[in-house]
């Protein structure tokens, strides 16, 4: 969308081009570049609205967090990073246990409050401009770690794991826990792999007993 400065800045190189002079009085000038700053102007307000309709486009409406489809975006990216650059990646997947119960219950008004509140313990419990959070499905929700080793986000998605059902948000009064599976990237391994690995070591927390992360 940047394209749209070039378009900005057309008309008044177009009528110098036509005149084959520049602006012969300050009067001229002053026009030309008022004009030039007003579509100049326009186009940063377009190109701000389109931004701004993309990161829409890429956000859970319900809990604020990245969404899906920013995730494989986001998935990619990170792989080809940490391969480039010979660094840690580490992807957490986490599922809440018992939440169809919160919805049949409590309603699902009361199920998207506590999905909510999920969402500002993970955002709240990692680093902040360097971890990401998404919500990639009902109640499932994935985090990437760039730069991190599988052993210390381990213990971070154990901390979120016990505020989860004992913290702030109280998931032990609907009955409900959190499981999580986290993996760290291989050499050589690709995305989909990845997400492979990360998806069984979260079912493999379910099967386990729930309420639990294995990684």
Same mark, same amino acid.
């Given at each position: 969308?940047?394209?749209?400065?070039?378009?900005?800045?057309?008309?008044?190189?177009?009528?110098?081009?036509?005149?084959?002079?520049?602006?012969?009085?300050?009067?001229?000038?002053?026009?030309?570049?008022?004009?030039?700053?007003?579509?100049?102007?326009?186009?940063?307000?377009?190109?701000?609205?389109?931004?701004?309709?993309?990161?829409?486009?890429?956000?859970?409406?319900?809990?604020?967090?990245?969404?899906?489809?920013?995730?494989?975006?986001?998935?990619?990216?990170?792989?080809?990073?940490?391969?480039?650059?010979?660094?840690?990646?580490?992807?957490?997947?986490?599922?809440?246990?018992?939440?169809?119960?919160?919805?049949?219950?409590?309603?699902?008004?009361? *199920?998207?409050? !506590?999905?909510?509140?999920?969402?500002?313990?993970?955002? %709240?419990? &990692? $680093? #902040?401009?360097?971890?990401?959070? =998404?919500?990639?499905?009902?109640?499932?929700?994935?985090?990437?770690?760039?730069?991190?080793?599988?052993?210390?986000?381990?213990?971070?998605?154990?901390?979120?794991?016990?505020?989860?059902?004992?913290?702030?948000?109280?998931?032990?009064?609907?009955?409900?826990?959190?499981? *999580?599976?986290? !993996?760290?990237?291989?050499?050589?391994?690709?995305?989909? %792999?990845? &997400? $492979? #690995?990360?998806?069984?070591?979260? =079912?493999?927390?379910?099967?386990?007993?729930?309420?639990?992360?294995?990684?």
């Amino acid at each position: 969308m940047r394209w749209v400065y070039v378009i900005a800045v057309i008309p008044t190189l177009t009528e110098w081009l036509e005149t084959g002079r520049l602006p012969g009085t300050f009067l001229e000038s002053i026009s030309d570049l008022g004009l030039t700053l007003l579509l100049v102007g326009l186009a940063w307000l377009i190109c701000r609205q389109h931004d701004r309709i993309l990161e829409m486009a890429e956000l859970d409406g319900l809990t604020g967090l990245l969404n899906a489809r920013r995730f494989h975006k986001d998935l990619r990216q990170e792989v080809e990073r940490a391969r480039r650059q010979a660094a840690s990646l580490t992807l957490a997947f986490l599922d809440m246990d018992g939440f169809k119960a919160v919805n049949d219950r409590y309603g699902h008004a009361e *199920g998207d409050e !506590v999905l909510r509140r999920v969402a500002r313990l993970l955002q %709240e419990g &990692v $680093r #902040r401009h360097v971890d990401r959070c =998404y919500r990639i499905g009902g109640d499932e929700f994935a985090i990437l770690f760039p730069g991190a080793t599988g052993p210390d986000v381990a213990k971070v998605l154990e901390r979120l794991r016990l505020n989860a059902r004992e913290g702030p948000t109280d998931l032990g009064r609907y009955g409900a826990s959190v499981s *999580g599976g986290v !993996v760290e990237l291989l050499t050589g391994e690709q995305a989909g %792999e990845f &997400v $492979r #690995r990360a998806d069984e070591m979260m =079912y493999s927390a379910k099967s386990r007993g729930k309420d639990r992360i294995v990684a």
